[in-house]
């Protein structure tokens, strides 16, 4: 706990790429939650689309779709878990930097992909914000 | 013919038939096929490494013959390998495979 009582947001567990891989393949058919994303497409016919749920300002559900990439799928976990208990300003602080350091296993040939999940998010915060602005 | 090799079984494919069969034919210019490319699955990825003495000697081959090497993604990973290749050599799946093999696509696809 910090000095006004809020909890602290610990640090994700460090896991391989392929563990990463394996928790996004657990999140097969679940449903979205309420605040739905645009899909996000990048080169390669690769797609991301993000989905929250926020309760009194912060993320406390996170869900995606992407295509089946094993690097993708993992920084989109990764993501997915970093973004757990931010407030929407919090999460979008997140850049590929974060992603990257947070996988150390993938080539950097392949760093790229962390692009995307970071763009689907920043495209369902953005739906976020125009919605609470109306 | 164009040739692409994939070693996906555990049959000894990379010490023995990669190792004595096709890596020396390619060096001698005699292996019967132009290969354009190899990739690699499970444990064989292995061989992919940056000290491995017949990856290195692959990896000349390749090098000099325009022959594409690429490791499974997800094999790779399970191994914690995938960023302990040699240089240049990608990690990938299918599409990625067929992606860069379609500038030379080969005529048959060997699965060892």
Known sequence: MNGIGHKRQRAPKRRTVIEYFERALQRSGRPQLPLIGPLERGPGGLAVCFSLNLVAGRIRGAEFKATTCTTLLAYCELLAELIMGLTPTEARRLDTGRLIDGLPGVPPTLHNRAGLPIAALTSALAQHSAEESK | ?112
Request: charge should be negative; hydrophobic fraction near 40%.
């Open chain 2, 1 to 112: 013919m164009k040739v692409a090799y994939l070693f996906a079984t555990s049959r000894h494919t990379v010490s023995y038939v990669l190792g004595r069969m096709i890596l020396p034919q390619l060096e001698e210019d005699r292996h019967g096929a132009e290969v354009v490319g190899m990739f690699f699955f499970e444990d064989n990825n292995y061989v992919l490494t940056r000290d491995n003495p017949l990856g290195k000697r692959l990896k000349a081959v390749a090098d000099a013959k325009g022959i594409l090497l690429m490791g499974c993604d997800q094999c790779c990973y399970e191994r914690e390998i995938a960023d302990q290749l040699l240089e240049g050599v990608p990690i990938g799946c299918f599409p990625d495979l067929y992606a860069a093999l379609s500038g030379s696509p080969p005529d048959q696809v060997i699965t060892l």
